[in-house]
């Protein structure tokens, strides 16, 4: 049973541009959150995606979109980004529903650290 | 709205010495209660859990009881090794999608 991956480990950006972060959910999985980590903080809640469709967002502007795709792996866009946006970016996976019960804990992956310039 | 709140660090021990973190919670109704660790470089890990008032959460060594008679899941573990070095994060969890996490607690522990 593989884990939660994520691609790529780093990634340098300047102010403006745009940045794609990818996320492979742990096997059996079916539902993909997003957290942003700021150096020294805890993680904040991105948005999650269960079965394709957005299923909760956090305090993020829009320009932090997302997708999940048929095999349930997932993607974190981010337009137009600013200097604040500089930090660990982690995406967990969850089973969903198993045995009738919605399962809560998360798993995951090693993150992706991005520096804006 | 719901948060969490656990003892700033860092916490600096030596081997072998008791350990304890505080985390409070506030929320509404009964959450999930959670530790994470994210070991250096890495990232976060689930360490234990509980999902009810006295249920008491316990992994390689640390152990933790929700208290909801004082808000609280302090992670406790009786004899730490230089290898628990890590930062240590309380969550919980009150809805299908997101877990709210504390600021983390940065322990080291001196051979």
């Known amino acids: 049973e593989t884990g939660v991956t994520q691609s790529p480990t780093h990634l340098i950006k300047t102010r403006g541009q745009q940045v794609t972060l990818r996320c492979s959910s742990q096997?059996?999985?079916?539902?993909v959150s997003w957290y942003q980590q700021a150096l020294g903080q805890g993680p904040q809640f991105i948005f999650q995606?269960?079965?394709?469709?957005?299923?909760g967002r956090g305090n993020f502007p829009p320009r932090f979109s997302g997708l999940q795709f048929p095999n349930y792996s997932s993607e974190l866009n981010v337009n137009a980004l600013e200097l604040d946006d500089s930090a660990l970016y982690l995406c967990?996976?969850?089973?969903?529903?198993?045995?009738?019960?919605?399962?809560?804990?998360?798993?995951f992956g090693p993150g992706t650290r991005l520096l804006v310039l | 709205g719901n948060s969490v709140t656990q003892m700033e660090g860092p916490v600096t021990l030596s081997e072998e010495a008791f350990l304890t973190i505080n985390c409070t919670y506030t929320a509404t109704g009964y959450p999930s209660l959670f530790w994470y660790v994210q070991y250096p470089g890495e990232g976060l890990q689930l360490l234990l859990k509980a999902t009810k008032a006295d249920d008491k959460g316990s992994n390689k060594g640390f152990e933790a009881t929700y208290r909801k008679e004082t808000t609280s899941f302090h992670l406790e573990k009786g004899s730490v090794q230089v290898s628990d070095s890590a930062v240590y994060f309380c969550a919980l969890s009150q809805s299908a999608s997101k877990i709210i996490f504390g600021s983390g607690t940065r322990l080291s522990i001196r051979p």
């Open positions: 967990a996976s969850s089973p969903g529903t198993s045995g009738g019960q919605y399962q809560e804990t998360q798993y």
């Open positions: 995606y269960y079965r394709e469709e957005e299923n």
């Open positions: 096997s059996g999985h079916n539902t």
